[in-house]
């Protein structure tokens, strides 16, 4: 699955991007509706609203890069686990942690 979107700070994104999510206040009021283009008046009131990050709709990615970043997690995954044993019995907790960072990062949804 192709990441759809991103976490970006407010001051790396710029006038044009589309929203990917719902954006709400601290108190859960709708500012932007899911699709909305930002323009730079919108980009200028954020910090009045506390908003430091926003949820940016990514452009599609080829298989390839698709590929590569798979590749990418699956190597980060191995490095963060690296002390991991799948074949110990008495590690569940890691079992788990595992299986659903594995499947989160690779798009899988819910773990096998």
Known sequence: MAVTHQHLPVDQVR?????????????????????????????????????DMLPIAAAAISPQEQALQQDAHRARLAHLFRKYDPDNPDDAATSMLHSYVNSYRLGRGEPA
């Open 15 to 51: 006038p044009g991007m589309i929203l990917s999510d719902v954006l709400l206040d601290a108190h859960g009021q709708v500012l932007l509706p899911q699709g909305a283009v930002l323009t730079e008046n919108m980009l200028s009131l954020m910090p009045r609203h506390n908003i």
